[in-house]
């Protein structure tokens, strides 16, 4: 029994492995020595150059640098500005917390479909359209919601004593957040932090609609660009773009697995 | 200090600290809410001012044939996710589990969860290729279909575009099982395996009926994410070729920012909302639900 499911796992295994081997190995093939009719064949090693072309013919360099920015700005921002409202409902006891809780996290709840058309006029009439403080600006809203769930129930498992101690203590309200709540809840705020990061990095209806110029643009965008119209650029080319973009997510992800099934059971993605 | 002159301190200082997650939230969350769901009655272009047309946009979602044939594959595309990805989860979960190398078999159907749905697209788009790598495949093995252009007729294309999702999804909802597989009591399984209990009939009489809660999530999460099909979709068809791989999403896109529809787009918007919102409360009242019977 155990054999026959063993051998059940590992065909089905390979047939899993079978684009990403494709992926890898058409990506490495030198656009000169790219043979459509032999894609199973690896045939030379030219990863990096086809990198290279992928990096200068999709502005994936400019690109790289603003979605850096954006997938690690926002996520920080949404984590201060979601355990500060915990905070405020949890320790601090705010009036009608719970009401406040729902209200903010009720903001998750419809799809982006839902915000996308109004968010390109506001950008549009307000000069925030195509910038890249705009595109922090909605990462950061998107992020919020979030973080907030998590916060507040991570606070809520912290005994009301450190609170009062705190307190006796004679430490301001801000003191108390900043130097002794948001050190205790390293996992968590590094759990949502990986979370959102990931949602950024991966986005592109955002991107989409709210921006155009390469240094703007995220790089899900950008990598469409170089599909669809193949933007000049060949079949390797465009795969080691792929490659390229998903080596960063890949990378956390397996660094970080217990994070992203801690995320999933409380339905984020 | 009391504890009443502590809560009274910490409540009056309280709005201070819940303030900016309040102001982004309504601000850049609700009131484009509120903006799209007024839109949605309208005629409007995005310059003029929006003219009230009361349930015109929402008749149009049901006459206009792109649109139905929108709706259709959106269905499509929630049947397939609610049985392809989780079956397949669901058998990988179960044959991993308790498995000496379970956590390594497991892999390669987990790394294409961390991949972005843009570069599923990228991958598929190249695999699917007419005389690509699946048909020189099946030319390979002598099966039929080598030459079949896949993504290009519907609903062909719409399937074949579920069996790119599912490569990426399948693992996610492995791993969602196997936190459901964690949870169930160990000593009630020994005792039926003892009593003979063994293959199928121990997972259809013993684990299938555990494992009904975590069920109800992952065809929830399934259904919630496949009404929102769009960067798989842009990118390997770009809902084509005509409209015939359209979904809503990629609908209320089109519609606002391609056609400057905007009150149909916002109509499809609160349309899949509603839905999402339906499905959300579905499964989160199973949930509960269940919870409570077990608690």
Known sequence: MSKVKTAILVVLGLIWLAPVYLLVVNASKSVDGYDAKTVWKPAGFSLFANFGDAWSKAALGDTLVATTMYSVIAPVLAVLIGSAAGYAIVVLRLKRGFLWFVFIFGGTIFPLQMILMPLFSGYANSGLYDTRTGMIIVYTAISVPFSAFVMRNFFTGIARSVFEAAVVDGGGLFRIFRSIYLPMAGSALAAIFILQATFVWNDLLLGLTLSQSDSVRPIMPALTGLQSTYGGASLPTVLAGGLLVSLPTVILFLAAQRFFSRGLALGQF | ?295
């Open chain 2, 1 to 295: 200090m009391s504890n009443q002159a502590l809560d009274r301190t910490g409540a009056r200082k309280a709005p201070l600290f819940g303030l900016p997650a309040v102001a982004v939230v309504a601000l850049l969350l609700y009131l484009p809410f509120l903006w799209t769901t007024y839109v949605s009655f309208t005629d409007y272009d995005g310059l003029a001012s929006p003219v009230w047309s009361g349930l015109a946009n929402y008749k149009a979602m049901f006459s206009d044939p792109d649109l139905i044939g929108a709706l259709v594959n959106t269905l499509l595309w929630v049947v397939g996710m609610v049985t392809l990805p989780v079956a397949l989860g669901l058998l990988v979960a179960v044959l991993t589990y308790g498995h000496k190398w379970g956590t390594w078999l497991r892999l390669p159907f987990l790394l294409p969860y961390a991949i972005s749905g843009v570069a599923v697209g990228v991958i598929w788009g190249f695999v699917l290729q007419p005389d690509g790598a699946l048909g020189q495949a099946l030319g390979f093995f002598g099966l039929p279909g080598a030459h079949t252009g896949w993504l290009q007729a519907g609903p062909g294309n719409t399937l074949m575009m579920i069996v790119a999702v599912t490569w990426q999804a399948a693992g996610v909802n492995a791993l969602l099982f196997v936190v459901g597989l964690q949870s169930i009591p160990a000593e009630p399984l020994e005792a039926a395996r003892l009593d003979g209990a063994e293959g199928l009939s121990l997972f259809r009489h013993h684990l299938w009926p555990q494992l009904r809660p975590i069920t109800t999530v992952v065809i929830g999460l399934s259904i919630v994410g496949s009404l929102k099909t769009f960067d798989v979709v842009w990118v390997m068809t770009q809902g084509g070729p005509g409209t015939s791989s359209e979904t809503l999403a990629l609908s209320m896109y089109k519609e606002t920012f391609v056609l400057n529809d905007y009150g149909q787009g916002a109509a499809i918007a609160l349309f899949l909302s509603l839905v999402t919102f339906a499905a959300s409360i579905l499964y989160l009242r199973y949930q509960l639900g269940d919870s409570r019977e077990q608690g």
